[in-house]
T-cell receptor, first 114, second 113 residues
Framework: GNSVTQMEGPVTLSEEAFLTINCTYT??????LFWYVQYPGEGLQLLLK?????DKGSNKGFEATYRKETTSFHLEKGSVQVSDSAVYFC?????????????FGSGTQLTVLP | DVKVTQSSRYLVKRTGEKVFLECVQD?????MFWYRQDPGLGLRLIYF???????EKGDIPEGYSVSREKKERFSLILESASTNQTSMYLC????????????FGPGTRLTVT
């Protein structure tokens, strides 16, 4: 079946540090890949996505590239801010039926210190 | 903006009680989903629905049922709550058959004592 593996947290960084959160996946076919973010006390929001190999998703300074050869979709940001403190989830979309389902990783808690 | 609302942010119930969690979306989305979120396990799909009165089991349906009588409303039912159902419950919706992006509600933190 499909699965997503994320690096374990928590991750603590100083403001302006470089961020990488690793994500690898197992899936049949050609899944679409996503990063979602969950700020404290809120539901999940889509951060970025990529639908085919070599696509790069980007939003709010975050980037991730769909690497089919390594089955990876690592999240990066060049300079994190305190406001980036949140839980980040990697996910893949699968399903051939009427509704596309998402398979989520376990989430990575990021704390950015001023 | 898409809005997904859940009936309660926090809920405390006793073992054996019947529990209803309600979710409403205001964007005429066809698909709706219920997840539970537990530390270290991420989100796990309980049930989803792709049309009114239609439902399909997700990865962990045991102990839960759902109801979708209207397009905008999707209810999760715990027939007889147990302590191992203490969790955060998240509802989500998406537009149509090939829509991947899901929009999430704020969640309901359920405690079963």
């Amino acid at each position: 079946g499909n699965s997503v593996t994320q690096m374990e947290g928590p991750v603590t960084l100083s403001e302006e540090a470089f961020l990488t959160i690793n994500c690898t996946y197992t899936a049949t076919g050609y899944p679409s890949l996503f990063w979602y973010v969950q700020y404290p006390g809120e539901g999940l929001q889509l951060l970025l996505k990529a639908t085919k190999a070599d696509d790069k998703g980007s939003n709010k300074g975050f980037e991730a590239t769909y690497r089919k050869e390594t089955t990876s979709f690592h999240l990066e940001k060049g300079s994190v801010q305190v406001s980036d403190s949140a839980v980040y989830f990697c996910a893949l979309a699968s399903g051939s039926g009427s509704a596309r389902q998402l398979t989520f990783g376990s989430g990575t808690q990021l704390t950015v210190l001023p | 903006d898409v809005k997904v609302t859940q009936s309660s942010r926090y809920l405390v119930k006793r073992t054996g009680e019947k529990v209803f969690l309600e979710c409403v979306q205001d964007m005429d989305h066809e698909n709706m989903f219920w997840y539970r979120q537990d530390p270290g396990l991420g989100l796990r799909l309980i049930y989803f629905s792709y049309d009114v009165k239609m439902k399909e089991k997700g990865d962990i349906p045991e102990g839960y049922s759902v109801s979708r009588e209207k397009k905008e409303r999707f209810s999760l039912i715990l027939e007889s709550a147990s302590t191992n159902q203490t969790s955060m419950y998240l509802c989500a919706s998406s537009l149509g058959s090939y829509a991947y992006e899901q929009y999430f509600g704020p969640g309901t933190r359920l405690t079963v004592t």
